[in-house]
């Protein structure tokens, strides 16, 4: 790491995905640009915490799924004193290969790293403490800030990161627990419950919601229930948390307003995240959060303060690596004044639970409720012949498309693979491209992208009706 500099063209506050890209943007315009991370580690809570640390995990759960639903050929069970660490065991070599990797990226740009903390003293001044607690006033004309976020943590279950945990420290456990009670039906609950139920663990997922994952439609989260439950997960849906403790010898009670009780080893709560702004004096920039505790910005990324741009969790929805990654870059290049016209609001969701689901574009009730007359065409996963071979015919595709069956207004997908295969519907809406394109591709056999043709040949059969 180079010697802090007194002034910089813009600086990036916050390393994870929306960081990197802002810095990056920033520096092939040719401007002097800085990146500053509290954290020792580099690339934010997504790499070291999130997203690549759970996924990893699925791997493994996979593997074991795949191997229990194969016992004719190996009667598989996880040991009783399984440590986590053999579940994640390639996880710190996936770390350091992606670490050095974006270290790489960085420093060939000229970017200055530096490891601290950064607060505002006003909108161009940014002080920087040290690991050492000394400080530097720097000189900014441009920040962008992308610091992320942490989870929410409500004043009724105590937190302590060995018996009841976070999204953060869920990974922290020395043992994989005999059961586990997760609190929430969101992204971040339903691809812990499922991952820990595949590999065995007695998971019971508990929300005030009837269903999880309610922004999608039903017949979506429907296959996942089906699927979390046959596994042998639980859930509890319309549940309001009253109480949650350690009862001090082995279990994790929570106690449910309508009279429920449930025991487990471990439980994670899932409540959300928040705005990871602590410490950043936001009010010396005239700044502050809006009423849901975020950064807000306008259409172009922009704070309310004209040189102040923010981009990633900080700002809210959807919370995605892959869209705060786009959010960074554009952050950068509306700071700049560089055109590039505006995002695109086609973003692909991608939910890694087991199994996976996906959409982009409308779901079936927005359309509903948007346009007069929808068509509908699904492809369940067990129509096509990989789906088949590798077992995968839990799973099934939809398109929506107008009331003519031409337009494409969104794709949805539950089943092993939708993360990937969403993005050749993506790209077809990106295109333009109506429904028959799906009917008019070869597609190789046997994939699951086939399920592309199924449906758009329902959509063409319904034309005319």
Known sequence: MRKIQASYDVMVIGSGPAGQKAAIQAAKAGQSVAIIERDSLFGGACVHRGTIPSKTLRENALRVKHMRQNAALADFELSEATEMVTLIDRLDEVLKSHDRYMRKQIDRNGIDRIHGRASFIDNTTIKITNVDGTTIDVSVKKVIIAVGSYPRKPENIPIDHENIFDSDSMLSMLYLPSSLTVLGGGVIASEYASIFQALGVKVTMIDRYPTPLGFLDSDMTDVF???????????????????????????????????????????????????????????????????????????????????????????????????????????????????????????????????????????????????????IGTAKFAEVARGQISGNTEGMLKIIADSQGKKILGVMLVGEGSTEVVHIGHMAMLCDAEVDIFVESTFNFPTLAEAYRIAALEILAKRSQ
């Not at 948390?241 to 001090?248: A, G, I, L, N, T």
């Not at 700049?336 to 969701?349: E, F, K, R, V």
């Open 225 to 375: 229930l089906k699927a979390f439950t046959a596994m042998g997960g639980t859930w509890m849906g319309n549940k309001k948390v009253e109480k949650v403790y350690w009862d001090e010898i082995n279990e994790v009670v929570t106690e449910c307003e309508d009279g429920t009780v449930v025991r487990s080893q471990k439980l994670l709560c899932a409540a959300g995240r928040l705005a990871n702004v602590d410490g950043l004096q936001l009010e010396n920039a005239g700044l502050s959060l809006n009423d849901k505790g975020l950064v807000s910005v306008d259409d172009t990324l922009c704070t309310e303060v004209e040189n102040i741009y923010a981009a990633g969790d900080v700002i809210g929805p959807p919370s995605l690596a892959s869209a705060s990654m786009e959010q960074g870059r554009r952050a950068a290049c509306n700071a700049l004044g560089i055109d590039i016209g505006g995002m695109s609001q086609l973003i692909p969701a991608g939910i890694y639970s087991i199994p996976e689901l996906s959409s982009v574009g409308l779901t079936e009730k927005q359309a509903r409720e948007q346009h007069d007359k929808i068509i």
